[in-house]
């Protein structure tokens, strides 16, 4: 096997069972909505479920889980086949797009096993609250900002390649 088919295969794994290692861990030992200060008016770990994407999009709507499955699925399937097509020595593009996948299919096991996603990362600044997120949102955060940096440092290789 390929080294970045082991590489993309053991990030994935490893992002995949720590997300749902810690979402488990939540789910058993605290109750909805209890919060644990980490860093007081900072961090704390609270326990939530978002039937929604990001910020709580689409999370009324009638339609939602089929959509978000459907849109997981597709996705998962876009970052695999664009994953095959990286040159070897894209390493940062191989990581990035490994992250992005075990953030996607972490999120899709909550939503066919439970319907919603369980969030329990609370970054805040006293009163002013980011939206509660997972391991598997840290991952695709994570990925796509590593993909972006992967994309312009790409471009200048591009251009210290090509003749002027």
Known sequence: MNNRYTLFAAISTIGIIIDQITKVYIDRSMQLF????IIENFF?????????????????????????ITVSIIAALVILIAFRKLR???????????????GAVGNLIDRIRLGE??????AHWYRHHWPAFNVADSLICVGVFLLAIDMLLEEKRLKASCPK
Do not use: E
């Open 34 to 37: 209890d919060s644990i200060a």
């Open 88 to 102: 070897d020595d894209q390493r940062l593009a191989q990581i990035s797009l490994a992250m992005i996948f075990s």
């Open 117 to 122: 996603v369980i969030d329990f990362l609370d």
């Open 44 to 68: 704390h770990i609270t326990y939530v479920r978002n039937k929604g994407a990001a910020f709580s999009f689409l999370s009324n709507a009638s339609w939602r889980l089929p959509f978000f």
